[in-house]
């Protein structure tokens, strides 16, 4: 994309990525898809498709913004074990049972001591439609005016930009597809989302130590909650705090949620198309 200054300037940061890089992303989106799950819930834009079909892989090779997270992951983790709520399952791109996935993000070198892996994060480019639900139906409501991806991989992650979403002010990244795939929104107005490309980032994030929440915090909270739970702005306290917070409640999507721009790398864009079948 060289249709204008900003578009050039990502195009020198990202390079595609072979075939088999392709294969494992595809793969991977297969063992994780829950075709049942989309277009469900207060999010679901009135998606109507059920598989994403991988088009292309870029990787981001942005020095900097790269630079920042690797100065990041040296940081250490909270050195206190918490006492309550640490989220200690698995993240599902850690257990996944495809052998040529597995072998792909060993490739990776995930850093295990700071827990260090691979989550979804979508993200709409400029001329997007959001979907509200009125009435009985989905209906197109307004059309994205900025390009998140362009400054996403031009600048990495902003937090003065982010939303005060459900856990509070963070970036939030799932292990899911379908789930990232709600946010990269829609594009097109017609009832059916199937022949839309779209596209989400593969990201490298530390978890470090994880907080389980299961209850929304107090609003406004702009950083994870103290090793004894206590959330900011009601309890202010100088404990230890959590490196980040994972929405784990039983039959729900898992939404990991980091309170720092520097905490995760977009390391992959993923441009798909959205089938029926």
């Given at each position: 994309?060289?249709?204008?200054?900003?578009?050039?300037?990502?195009?020198?940061?990202?390079?595609?990525?072979?075939?088999?890089?392709?294969?494992?992303?595809?793969?991977?989106?297969?063992?994780?898809?829950?075709?049942?799950?989309?277009?469900?819930?207060?999010?679901g834009?009135?998606?109507?498709?059920?598989?994403?079909?991988?088009?292309?892989?870029?990787?981001?090779?942005?020095?900097?913004?790269?630079?920042?997270?690797?100065?990041?992951?040296?940081?250490?983790?909270?050195?206190?074990?918490p006492?309550?709520?640490?989220?200690?399952?698995?993240?599902?791109?850690e257990?996944?049972?495809?052998?040529?996935?597995?072998?792909?993000?060993?490739?990776?070198?995930?850093?295990?001591?700071?827990?260090?892996?691979?989550l979804?994060?979508?993200?709409?480019?400029?001329?997007?439609?959001?979907?509200?639900?009125?009435?009985?139906?989905?209906?197109?409501?307004e059309?994205?005016?900025?390009?998140?991806?362009?400054?996403?991989?031009?600048?990495?992650?902003?937090?003065?930009?982010?939303?005060?979403?459900?856990?509070?002010?963070?970036?939030?990244?799932?292990?899911?597809?379908?789930?990232?795939?709600?946010?990269?929104?829609?594009?097109?107005?017609?009832?059916?989302?199937?022949g839309?490309?779209?596209?989400?980032?593969l990201?490298?994030?530390?978890?470090?130590?994880?907080?389980?929440?299961?209850?929304?915090?107090?609003?406004?909270?702009?950083?994870?909650?103290?090793?004894?739970?206590?959330?900011?702005?009601?309890?202010?306290?100088?404990?230890?705090?959590?490196?980040?917070?994972?929405?784990?409640?039983?039959?729900?999507?898992?939404?990991?949620?980091?309170?720092?721009?520097?905490?995760?790398?977009?390391?992959?864009?993923v441009?798909?198309?959205?089938?029926?079948?």
């Amino acid at each position: 994309c060289v249709s204008s200054d900003g578009c050039d300037e990502m195009s020198k940061h990202i390079v595609p990525c072979d075939s088999n890089v392709q294969e494992a992303v595809q793969r991977l989106f297969d063992e994780l898809l829950r075709p049942n799950w989309i277009g469900c819930g207060k999010d679901g834009n009135g998606m109507t498709h059920r598989r994403l079909r991988v088009t292309q892989v870029l990787r981001n090779e942005n020095s900097q913004a790269f630079g920042f997270y690797a100065r990041r992951k040296l940081r250490p983790r909270c050195s206190i074990t918490p006492c309550v709520d640490v989220f200690s399952e698995p993240v599902l791109t850690e257990s996944l049972q495809d052998t040529v996935v597995q072998q792909w993000l060993a490739s990776l070198q995930l850093d295990q001591n700071c827990r260090e892996v691979l989550l979804f994060h979508g993200a709409p480019r400029k001329g997007a439609y959001r979907w509200r639900h009125k009435g009985r139906r989905w209906q197109p409501f307004e059309t994205v005016g900025g390009d998140a991806v362009q400054a996403i991989v031009n600048e990495g992650f902003d937090l003065r930009l982010a939303n005060d979403g459900m856990l509070g002010r963070g970036i939030y990244c799932a292990d899911r597809p379908c789930k990232a795939d709600r946010y990269a929104l829609r594009y097109s107005e017609s009832p059916e989302s199937a022949g839309e490309h779209a596209q989400m980032f593969l990201c490298r994030v530390v978890l470090g130590w994880s907080h389980a929440a299961s209850e929304r915090p107090p609003r406004r909270a702009a950083r994870p909650p103290c090793v004894l739970g206590h959330w900011d702005p009601v309890h202010r306290c100088d404990h230890e705090r959590f490196d980040s917070v994972v929405w784990a409640v039983p039959g729900k999507y898992h939404e990991y949620v980091v309170y720092d721009g520097q905490q995760l790398f977009p390391e992959f864009l993923v441009q798909y198309e959205r089938l029926a079948t």
